[in-house]
């Protein structure tokens, strides 16, 4: 791992360190591609907060912006975070993924459309602020995370 | 902390542990907010890479989907992750925030809104696929990166 300490390097830092290979390397691949998926389960527990448990005041608002990063995430081109070299864990860069995800490149295929569908699914409705189509489509986005994570990470 | 672990629990877990309080404890602020700089970083290597040093080939639809990221995340409502609590690391959580961030409300906001400026021009050029105007919007979100990480984050 070239200098690269999780979320402590400015952009324009990380772009430096990227600039004499554009391809991350295996632990920061890693690292960047748990950070879009923490980040998601963020966005994600705020539309749930704000749709169905009422734990965070009702906002179409909020919840468009968390449905858009969500989308964007999902559109944003992951799996080049996937290269061959990240299928373990290496040093304290832990990842909890599993040897089918290299290798049943059939499968993953569907998981990942069935995702990136129902993320950008979830943002058009969230343009709409209809809760109950929102929680619909919420509900489906968090059962294509689902999908995924049956097949392709260890249990935890 | 909750059974929180970076990247490593689904969104639905993520989602549930959320359930009996909208707003992530401080150790999840951190971890979150330090998540999406992480995947922004990402994003703005690729753009440097394809726009800037030419080690990625050039992909308008890349570029385009990794401004949309980044601006995503700059909509996403951060600041609700920089709570009281959350000034200092906790335990093996480590921020580089300084306690200016949580003091400096007027210089923080400025800095905020002209990330979101620069963040969203860069995603509204990215449409056009227009290299040289793309490069010039990329160097303007790195400088509004830089204006928060000058005033607000410990030097590394």
Chains 1, 2 share one sequence.
């Not at 324009?12 to 748990?34: G, H, M, V």
């Not at 989308?71 to 992951?78: F, I, P, V, W, Y």
């Not at 059939?106 to 929680?135: C, H, P, R, W």
């Amino acid at each position: 791992m070239r200098k690269l300490v999780l979320g402590s390097m400015s952009a324009l830092l990380i772009a430096t360190s990227l600039q004499a290979n554009a391809q991350p390397d295996p632990e920061e691949q890693i690292i960047f591609r748990k950070a879009g998926y923490s980040f998601m389960s963020w966005n994600m527990g705020k539309i749930k907060a704000m749709a169905i448990d009422g734990t965070m005041a009702w906002d179409p608002a909020q919840v468009q912006a968390a449905a858009n990063s969500i989308a964007a995430t999902a559109n944003s081109g992951m799996g080049a975070l996937f290269t061959p070299g990240t299928e373990k864990s290496i040093g304290d860069t832990k990842t909890n993924v599993r040897p089918e995800m290299f290798t049943d490149m059939e499968g993953v295929g569907k998981v990942a459309m069935a995702f990136s569908k129902a993320a950008n699914e979830l943002a058009e409705v969230a343009k709409t602020g209809d809760k109950a189509a929102i929680i619909k489509a919420f509900a489906a986005t968090g059962d294509s995370c689902k999908g995924c994570h049956d097949k392709y990470r260890e249990k935890m």
